[in-house]
């Protein structure tokens, strides 16, 4: 029992230790810029791994240099919410949850009819800005219900430390844009030639709606879906409040 005890002991000092680490490293980034965040060394070691060379795009450019209509672009697409909200939506995971499961259902449900070549459901995401820097800035890419309370625990202490307008203008320059693309000022060079701050309303929505799947869209540039989404996101970045 004394062993038992003597374990868990060590597993909460431990757990403590690592929550005062993030903090500390999170209060850091308020004066200063990561050169690099877990999810971007773990796929420069990718691409390394499988090409045997590595082209790497990211430049560091401060909040005012990044145009307006991105920042519009990337929150009315990615988190219409996060002027206000502390870190996590809540009703957003909600109803990304009942999304997730309605999809999941019908996909059963075809299978069990005997239909043929059933796509797999498409599953949608709720996490916000602050989330999506969490994960990206610490945290591994696996998907377990203790990362995910991690990410909850970063996206808090993001919001409690920093201001919302550098939380945006971290996850601006370090978001991945493309295979080795990395940040505002690569993406707006790499696809329109240009710097992110003379970024058009509709550049700026096609560049938003790659997000979820950049490397995607980076090989399908004539996407009808993209093409389609990026007018709606670009009407509607009037309605985009920024920090």
Do not use: C
């Amino acid at each position: 029992m004394k062993a038992v005890l003597r374990w868990l002991v060590l597993l909460l000092v431990a757990l403590l230790a690592l929550q005062l680490f993030f903090v500390a490293r999170i209060a850091l980034m308020a004066v200063t810029h990561p050169q690099s965040t877990t999810f971007e060394r773990s796929e420069a070691w990718r691409i390394l791994g499988e090409k045997g060379d590595l082209r790497w795009r990211q430049q560091w450019v401060d909040y005012e240099q990044i145009s307006d209509h991105l920042k519009r672009a990337v929150i009315a697409s990615e988190d219409d919410s996060f002027a206000w909200h502390e870190g996590v939506d809540w009703d957003a995971l909600e109803k990304a949850w009942q999304r997730n499961a309605a999809a999941e259902e019908r996909a059963t449900q075809l299978a069990v009819n005997g239909a043929r070549n059933v796509r797999p459901p498409k599953i949608v995401g709720g996490s916000t800005i602050t989330q999506q820097l969490a994960k990206n800035l610490l945290l591994s890419g696996e998907r377990t219900l203790l990362r995910k309370g991690q990410e909850f625990v970063l996206a808090y202490l993001l919001e409690k430390l920093l201001s919302k307008q550098r939380i945006l203008e971290l996850y601006l320059n370090h978001v991945e844009w493309g295979e080795g693309v990395f940040g505002a000022e690569a993406a707006a060079q790499h696809y329109y030639r240009k710097p992110a701050a003379r970024l058009n309303p509709g550049e700026a929505a096609r560049l938003a709606v790659m997000l979820p799947r950049p490397r995607h869209y980076e090989k399908l540039p004539q996407s009808p879906y993209l093409a389609e989404r990026a007018s709606v996101i670009a009407g509607r970045l009037w309605r985009a409040e920024l920090p």
